[in-house]
């Protein structure tokens, strides 16, 4: 019998390997049978000009895996293998998912797969929370890198504590305390693979199906999703200029959450006064209810300084604070943090503990470093300066080219200005003919809960320079002219 | 009025930021009222020999928050703020968590926390999961990581791809066919952050309450937790020399679920042969079932070579193949894989997207190239080297200076080995009485869903020279013999 073997010596597939390969794929579907002889290693070596030991390892695998049975001084057979699984592919025995309750949510929310990244066809993008590479400290960074990199360090031979590498805990509640009003101590801070992870641990600790969560609209679509695979019901409030309107809280809500972004509500812009904060405050302590405040993009504001948090006004243990560094540093880093309220930091160290081991040590003892060192504060401002530059070319831009055809939201903080536009403008038809036009904008659609009174759309700035963001505005405008031409506006 | 503000110039608070602060804390706990007056700028710059830019640094900040309001020529006034949180704490309104049912187990099991991590008072540790940290090879590791570190690498600045990243997907998939014998294309490769977070998203797609799951005993008791979490009821079978007993499923079980460790059962040692692995494949389809495979160090396998994947004898796309780059490179590098069925592609791509945005690029590009360019393969050829030589110093120590009064499960593989002691020792005793002996060893009851038969310990010996083996288990052996006298046995 010919067992038409085929080996390849350029293969970076080792020569056993092939042999053994070519040995399992023909006793798994049946062309040789159990108590079939394989050959003498000494015959397959000389038959494909081979060493006999190759052959010999190739037996050998075979062997410790079942394959085959040796019998001293009588050769090596084909096992007998009497429950031999049927090898023909039978399409009806093909394994169907059959999802959870939770993973049937999952598809039918149908999460928007990796916004914000280009596609690299549009020229000028728009896309929001990237940022600009040509500013982050690079060679500060891999110097603090390689620092972690020697060889006598035993850093990286443990797990790390799921909780976060203790130095920069400590140094995430330093700068908490300091620059942004909030109150902790190192203990309270988790640091987590960013907010969405550790969203998600919140709300799957507190939310059962059919509780009702309170949010903003227009709001941060990643959160609506993430509460809704868990059943719960969303009451969604219009935000005004002043952000998240509390005193539109109806006495019916039986809410027992309530998710905002009183810094600079995500997307419209815009920041919650204190009278607002402490009415919030006062409906969390009347509800019994916690609060989950999303500072995304806390540190970047343009006029005056960060405004405090909100957990900073708080005596009652009801608000859980979320950052991250995507924004600040860069989103590659996979890097945000919580400060929890003592009532859950017991239950959040387990569920971390069960469900992940906790980011990177590396990475989070540079990011300790960068932070200890002064570099961040530095590079905030240099953030900053950077931005506030790109921000105030897309306002002088959308005043000069778009005038009086479009408003926009407030745009004191953040990486990206909500433009709001004549209802006479179709949003789906502007994004696509903006991108015909090599302009990538974002519609503010997805982001309503509620019907938008006004097309919107969503403009980045922070991946662009001020000569690019001149010339997508100019070509959008043409577009926004185009449409209102079309539809008799103008 | 002397409103007692101490500035301390030495302070890492900016000044206006400790002004700001001491202001803030005053109206807030009621100490200035609505409608006070703040003194002039120039006065508190006059007292506190301060820059008055400073002090209107601090006013600005104060109104920018609405904690005053500034009347042109007429000063700066506390606002009125009639909504006015009552700042009195009061521990009868501190929120208290009210916990979802999921939030309710996790507490209930109590995972246990940080396990495996040395608490540095132990002389000798017999800790598993460890890697010995002069084997990886720091240099190349460290070149790796400074490629993608250049300032014109624009690769940071965007969010990864949440399966991962692409070129790491196609180097994994290369390395599991050419080497661990699974069949799968770069695309059914997703990187995570680890095996915990892919048992866990995947477990949330799968399990409602209540559903069944056969898992081994002895087992990886974080699957175990986690199952549970979800209000899984698990039927533990025990495993023998050849791991998990498939003969042994009752016909009644309807688990469409099976969580198994076939390439070295965890933590008993021992691989499943060819006939069970082909029987486990007929069950899961006979059940309609899927089947973790979890192959959390099957490349450290010391007599011959690693011994495939079940996952490559599957032909109905029933086997998850679960691996993780912690034991081979090292565990603070939080990156693992999952080869996914396709069915399971786009619900599993959907979670991930609503769940975590995915691991870290810079860490997933480095290992990318390490794979790609050899290194991987050689550093497993070392690893194989450096642990198999510890490996049988440990097994040599243990036949001179234990003999006759233990045994231990198959060590062809993996980083531990499992003692088995006879039933006169008391497990707990042992292993504090071997703390007391300067010697960390680890209890196997933990791992057990059934009663064990004999106690045992589980001794990890890859964060340990050979010296440290044998000093180990002499000490070892002092206490056991020192437990079995006192129990009579000798």
Known sequence: MDLSIVLDPDSPVPLYRQLYDQLRAMILDGRIQPGFRLPPSRKIAADHHIARVTVTAAYEQLQAEGFVTSRVGAGTYVSELPELFPHQVDSASKYAASLSTWGRRVLEIGASDDRGIPTGRRT?????????????????????????????????????????????????????????????????????????????????????????????????????????????????????????????IPASSQARLAFVTPSNQFPRGGTMPLSRRLSLLRWAREANALIFEDDYDGELRYTGHPISALQGLDRDERVVYLGTFSKVLFPALRLGYVVLPSSLSNPFHQAMNLVDRGAPTLTQAAVADFINEGHFERHLRRLRSEYGRRRRSLVEAIERYLGDDASYSPVEAGLHVMLYLPSAVDETVLVTEAANAGVGVYPGEPYHLDRPAQPSILLGFSGLNTGEIIEGVIRLAGVVHSLMHKSGQR
């Open 124 to 248: 000028i993008d728009f896309g929001f929370g990237r940022s600009f590479p040509h500013i982050f400290p690079y060679d500060i960074w891999r110097r603090l890198l390689a620092r972690y990199l020697s060889t006598d360090d035993t850093m990286l031979s443990h797990y790390g504590s799921v909780a976060g590498f203790y130095p920069l805990r400590q140094a995430v509640a330093g700068y908490l305390r300091r620059l942004r009003g909030v109150r902790c101590t190192a203990d309270q801070v988790i640091i987590v693979s960013g907010m969405q992870q550790a969203l998600d641990l919140l709300a799957r600790l507190l939310l059962n199906s059919g509780d009702e969560v309170l949010v903003e609209t227009p709001g941060y679509s990643g959160a609506f999703e993430l509460f809704r695979t868990f059943g719960a019901r969303l009451r969604a409030l219009p935000v005004d200029e002043d952000g998240f309107p509390v005193e539109q």
